[in-house]
Each structure stands twice: as structure tokens, then as C-alpha cells.
């Protein structure tokens, strides 16, 4: 059985230098470490290295982050970057496979029991889920999970809404039908994309295809269309996405798909070196994703919502009335309003099944009439 090691000097010269770019920073924004991961990275020989991801500075924020392969390596950076940062994110898809009898004697003892606890099996297991161990380590500071993989289809998709407006009856072909193309493909197919995908494995290719089919709303003319070969996949298309590796996607590809073809790289080196030059000689439009966007706004919308479930969630009892907000379920005739602590809007009276009556009786009239007089008192 082969024993899986970190190369540990590797990862402490990482440190250093993750260490060294949040030192260095005089601004007064708040700090966040990003703990990401990916689904390659592991063979039956070796285990990669890990790698700092580009520092991003947004309007509020200042955001490093990391790409693990393994547990204990997020739990090792993770120990010695926790007090520097002011927030933690997780990447909670489980995207990292097993390990079998891995060497984590890098870790301290305190560490290595973190890894170890639970662990039943006869051999040391390394499970992937980072967030599990990272949480079980950092269990009072704001440490949050994040989906990586869907701030990338996020952020596809608004670039895709940004070049063409109205997407429907546009063909997109989306070459890598994994997790981040599957959720792009059903994006599109719901807005009314034409969509065609391609998937190393064909067999799981063609099921991916059919369960999007089933997925999408019965209304929906557009579907999903799967081809085993990438040059029929392009074929006529107004959007090539490659969510795959290894410039999988060719010059003779691009060169079927509509003369003014839109080309969107989301994976990493989806096209060949000669199908960018290819698409630089033909003046086509190349884009690389950037998730610098998306990763700010979700950021921002974190922490607004756990603001706004921490001041505005609740309910209370005034002047013999209830007053629900944000998001407390309201049990019937319950007054729905903006912010129970500070009464200032009405949005209705509670059904008790989760939704507003939407005609109300004349009793009920008479309990808004008095609500909007309590207000304004």
C-alpha cells in the first residue's frame, strides 16, 4: 500500500510566502483566507503541491487564498494563517478523493488528532472533506464554507449576459461536462439555449444529457444534446465554453462554429495553444473567467445576510398583535413586516403555510388596519 506524503518543505516555503503577502499589506480592509481545492491533484504515486491563488483587492476586502489536494494540508496552513485573517473560507464541494495511509507526521499532535478523530478504518484515511476539519480546528472565529465551482458558473453566466443579452435560441457548446459544466448547461437550457455537451467519459456523457433534460422545466423547447465528438459539438455554435483541461478544444473546432463565435475558457488551458492563435488571427472574442466579481459580491452577501438573520429575524407581540420579519415563519394572521425591532413597513398577514393571504377578508383588513395604526403611533 503506498504511503502519500506531503512534501513538507514545499509547504512551509508556501506559508512563508502566503504569510509574507498578508504582512505586507497596510490597508485596513478586512483580510480573508481562501481555502480552495480542486479535483485533480492526486495520483496513485504523488500528491501535488499546493499553490497560492492571486491575492484580489475589492472595495472592502483583501482576499488570499490557497489550492489544497489534501486535509491535512488545509489544516496545516490553516493552524498558522488563522490569527492573521480576519475570515476563513472552505471550499465545502467534496472534490478531493480519499487517502489511504497518508504520512501527516508534518502536523503537530494536536493536528494529527483532528485528522484521526473518528477515524475507524484500520489504516489512516484522509476523507477530502476540508470543511469538516477545518471547522473541527477553528470552531469560534468566522470561518464559512463557499462553492468554488459555483462562483465560476456565476460569474460564466453573467459574462455570457454581459456579450449577448438575450441568449435564447443561441447554440452553446460546453466541452468538460462535470460539475462546473453540468450546472452551466442547465443554466442555459432554462434561459433557452440550444446546448450541446461533450464528456471524456461518453457513457456518463449521454446521462448527464438525459438527467438535464428531466431536470429542466417541461415548458422548456431547449434541451441538452450530447455528441461523443467535440468537432460536432461546435459545430454552428455561437459559444464555445470549455470547462475541461489539456486543450482539449482544437482549431479544427472553433473553426466549424459561427464565423463570429464567442470562446470561453472557465477550466484551465480549455484551448490549445494553436486554437488561441487561431482565434487571434480571426479576431474572435477569448475570454478567460474571472471569478473576482462574483467572489466579492457572494462575500458581501454572506455577511449581509448573517447581519440581517442576526438583527432582523424574529418576532414579537405588540399591542395584542404578532410581528414576524426576516424569514421567521409567521403562523396565521401573523403580521409580516420589514423589521420586527423597528416597526416601519407592512408586507402582509401570514397564511401559516408559509406564504401572505393574498385576499384577505374582512377580518383580516381590519387586523392590517390596525397593524399600519400601531406603526404609525
Not at 167 to 190: C, D
Not at 204 to 213: M, R
Not at 221 to 232: A, D, G, W
Amino acid at each position: 500500500m503506498k504511503d502519500y506524503k506531503t512534501n513538507f518543505a514545499s509547504l512551509k516555503n508556501l506559508l512563508e510566502k502566503i504569510k509574507g503577502s498578508i504582512r505586507n499589506c497596510e490597508s485596513n480592509k478586512k483580510k480573508i483566507f481562501a481555502i480552495g481545492s480542486t479535483a485533480t491533484g492526486i495520483d496513485k504515486y504523488s500528491i501535488s503541491q499546493s499553490y497560492q491563488t492571486p491575492t484580489r483587492e475589492t472595495d472592502r476586502y483583501l482576499i488570499f487564498g490557497v489550492v489544497v489536494y489534501t486535509q491535512s494540508q488545509a489544516l496545516y496552513l490553516l493552524s498558522e494563517i488563522n490569527d492573521l485573517v480576519d475570515i476563513v473560507l472552505v471550499d465545502a464541494e467534496k472534490k478531493i478523493p480519499m487517502i489511504i495511509d497518508s504520512d501527516i507526521s508534518f502536523l503537530s499532535k494536536d493536528l494529527q488528532n483532528i485528522i484521526k478523530e473518528g477515524n475507524k478504518s484500520n489504516s489512516l484515511v484522509e476523507t477530502g472533506n476540508l470543511s469538516a476539519v477545518c471547522f473541527a480546528f477553528n470552531s469560534s472565529k468566522e470561518l464559512y464554507t463557499y462553492k468554488a465551482n459555483d462562483i465560476a458558473v456565476d460569474a460564466t453566466m453573467n459574462y455570457l449576459n454581459y456579450v449577448e443579452k438575450n441568449i435564447e435560441g443561441k447554440k452553446v457548446a460546453i466541452i468538460g461536462a462535470g460539475n462546473i459544466g453540468s450546472k452551466l448547461a442547465l443554466k442555459l437550457v432554462e434561459i433557452g439555449a440550444m446546448v450541446t455537451i461533450n464528456k471524456r467519459n461518453h457513457d456518463a456523457g449521454y446521462k448527464i444529457a438525459e438527467s438535464l433534460n428531466l431536470i429542466k422545466p417541461r415548458s422548456t423547447i431547449s434541451y441538452v444534446k450530447y455528441f461523443e465528438n467535440i468537432n460536432q459539438a461546435c459545430f454552428q455554435a455561437d459559444f464555445i465554453i470549455g470547462s475541461c483541461d489539456s486543450g482539449a478544444i482544437n482549431v479544427d473546432d472553433v473553426s466549424v462554429a459561427k464565423k463570429n463565435v464567442v470562446l470561453i475558457d472557465v477550466g484551465k488551458g480549455a484551448f490549445s495553444s494553436n486554437t488561441i492563435e487561431y482565434s487571434i488571427r480571426k479576431s474572435l472574442s477569448l475570454y478567460r473567467v474571472d471569478v473576482s466579481n462574483e467572489l466579492e459580491y457572494f462575500i458581501n452577501s454572506l455577511m449581509e445576510s448573517k447581519n440581517r438573520l442576526k438583527n432582523t429575524r424574529g418576532k414579537k407581540t405588540f399591542k395584542g398583535l404578532v410581528f414576524v420579519s426576516g424569514g421567521e415563519f409567521g403562523l396565521h394572521e401573523e403580521v409580516i413586516v420589514d423589521d420586527f425591532k423597528f416597526l416601519k413597513k407592512i408586507f402582509g398577514l401570514a397564511d401559516g403555510k408559509g406564504d401572505l393571504i393574498r385576499k384577505p377578508n374582512k377580518h383580516q383588513l381590519e387586523i392590517l388596519k390596525l397593524a399600519s395604526k400601531v406603526i404609525n403611533e
